[in-house]
C-alpha cells in the first residue's frame, strides 16, 4: 500500500496480561504500523491499570513513561462484550481516528515480524489476512481451511502453499487473527455484530463482506502464530465431515446459536437444518453429550427468536 495509508491495529484482550504484553512488544516494531489500539473487555487481572500506563506513550514520553515506537491507545468496556463487541468498538475506534487499514487481532496471537509488510504488499484487496499456525507445530494450522473447491478441509501447512496461485488462496481469509481490512469497505458493510459475543461473529463479517463483492484472500507467506485450540475441525461420519467442538459450553452456545443464525441469512434454512443434524450426528454419534444436545437446542430456540441474552449465565 502507498505510505500516505494509515495503519493502526486493533486488539481485543480480556484476563490474558502476558499474552497482550508479549504481542504489543512484538507490534511495537512492525514498521508500516502507526498505532495500536486495544480494546479491554473488563479484564480483572491488571490489565486495564497496565494499560493506562501505555495509553499515549510513544518516543517522546518521559523517562517515567513507558517509550514506545509505535504508540497505544487503550480503551476498557465497562463490562465484558466478548470479541464480537470488542472488536465492533475497536474497529468504529480505529476508523474514527482515520485509518485507512485495520490490522485486527485478539491478544493470543503473534504475528511473524514480517507479517504486516507481506500483507501490505497486496494493492487490490479489501479483506485479507495471513495464515494462523500451531506455534508449537508450525507445519499446522489452528484454523484449518476448506480450499476453494475442495470438499476436505485441510490441516497442514504444505496442503496450502501447494494449492497458492502467486502465493494467495483467494475467497478464503480467517477473519481477526491479523487481518487487514480497508476503511472502505468498513464503510460499505458496517462493524461486526456486537451482540454475537463471541464465536461466528468473525465469519458473519466475512459473509457480509463477500456478499458486498469484497476482494479477499488469504496470503500464505504471512503468517501469525498462535497457541493450539484444541478439536476443532474434529472428524465425524467416518472422516467424510468434520465438527467444530469445543468443550467450553459458553462457546458452544454461542457458536451453535451464531452459527445457525450465519447460515439462515446468507444460505437458507436448508443449510441451517443440515447444521443442526450435523450437531446432533456428532453428540449422539461421535462424542455422545446428551447434555449438548439440550444446550444445543436452548442456543438453536434463542437465534430463532432474536435472543442475544442467553450466554450471560456462563459469565457469571
Not at 504471512?222 to 497457541?227: E, I, L, T
Not at 443464525?261 to 437444518?273: K, T, V
Request: glycine residues 8%.
Amino acid at each position: 500500500m502507498p505510505g500516505s495509508k494509515r495503519v493502526a491495529a486493533v486488539v481485543v484482550t480480556y484476563n490474558r496480561l502476558e499474552l497482550l504484553q508479549r504481542l504489543l512488544e512484538r507490534l511495537d516494531g512492525v514498521d508500516g504500523l502507526d498505532e495500536v489500539i486495544v480494546i479491554d473487555n473488563a479484564s480483572t487481572d491488571g490489565t486495564s491499570q497496565w494499560l493506562a500506563e501505555l495509553d499515549g506513550a510513544d518516543a517522546a514520553s518521559t523517562d517515567s513513561s513507558p517509550r514506545r515506537a509505535v504508540p497505544v491507545v487503550a480503551r476498557t468496556l465497562e463490562r465484558n462484550s466478548g470479541g464480537a463487541g470488542g472488536f465492533h468498538d475497536g474497529l468504529e475506534t480505529a476508523i474514527e481516528r482515520g485509518a485507512d487499514l485495520v490490522w485486527l487481532m485478539d491478544d493470543d496471537g503473534l504475528p511473524d515480524p514480517d507479517c504486516l509488510a507481506l500483507l501490505l504488499k497486496q494493492t487490490d484487496l479489501d479483506f485479507w489476512g495471513p495464515l494462523v499456525v500451531d506455534e508449537g507445530d508450525p507445519g499446522r494450522l489452528v484454523f484449518p481451511i476448506r480450499l476453494p473447491g475442495r470438499s476436505k478441509v485441510v490441516h497442514q501447512l504444505r496442503d496450502v502453499e501447494e494449492a497458492a496461485t502467486d502465493g494467495l488462496i483467494k475467497d478464503i481469509v480467517i477473519p481477526f487473527n491479523g487481518v487487514l481490512v480497508t476503511r472502505d469497505l468498513v464503510e460499505r458493510i458496517g462493524y461486526p455484530r456486537a451482540e454475537y459475543f463471541i464465536w461466528g461473529d468473525d465469519h458473519e463479517y466475512r459473509l457480509r463482506a463477500e456478499k458486498a463483492g469484497a476482494r479477499i484472500a488469504t496470503v500464505v507467506g504471512a503468517q501469525v502464530r498462535h497457541p493450539a485450540v484444541g478439536d476443532l475441525g474434529t472428524p465425524m461420519a467416518w472422516g467424510r465431515a468434520t465438527y467444530n467442538h469445543t468443550p467450553s459450553d459458553l462457546k458452544h452456545y454461542c457458536m451453535a446459536r451464531n452459527n445457525l443464525l450465519n447460515l439462515r441469512d446468507y444460505r437458507g434454512w436448508p443449510f441451517a437444518l443440515a447444521f443442526v443434524a450435523k450437531t446432533l450426528w456428532f453428540y449422539l454419534l461421535t462424542k455422545p453429550q446428551p447434555k449438548r444436545i439440550r444446550l444445543s437446542a436452548q442456543a438453536w430456540w434463542a437465534a430463532v427468536r432474536g435472543d442475544f441474552t442467553g450466554h450471560e449465565r456462563f459469565l457469571r
